[in-house]
């Protein structure tokens, strides 16, 4: 089992920024694919950024493209989502998911996931 811990959510005003961390204790990212995902209340959970496990491959949905950034360090130890120009539709709970062989949007297809953090945009 891999835990995966998220951290760096809160409340921003409209326009402003945040970067989200995710952390696998033990573990390290160069050996999963990992993507976070947010959920907000009464609707499905979407896919916003994904890394490949070798870090230089990346994709979003046109919804974020321009603002987020998924990067990892250089240890693989941490996989972070940079969000910048924040709009009060990017509130929601986001996800850090990862798993061995699968990088595509689907959280059906994630194995491992965090508890989640809530990011809340105000107008």
């Known amino acids: 089992q891999v835990k995966l811990v998220e951290s760096g959510g809160g409340l921003v005003q409209a326009g402003g920024s945040l970067r989200l961390s995710c952390e696998a204790p033990g573990r390290t990212f160069r050996a999963y694919n990992t993507a976070w995902f947010r959920q907000a209340p009464g609707k499905e959970r979407e896919f916003v950024a994904g890394i490949n496990k070798n870090g230089g491959s990346t994709n979003y949905p046109d919804s974020v493209k321009g603002r987020f950034t998924i990067s990892r360090d250089t240890d693989g130890n941490t996989v972070y989502l940079q969000m910048n120009n924040l709009k009060p539709e990017d509130t929601a709970v986001y996800y850090c998911?990862?798993?061995?062989?699968?990088?595509?949007?689907?959280?059906?297809?994630?194995?491992?996931w965090g508890q989640g953090i809530q990011v809340t945009v105000s107008s």
């Open positions: 998911a990862a798993d061995r062989y699968y990088s595509g949007s689907s959280p059906r297809n994630h194995d491992y």
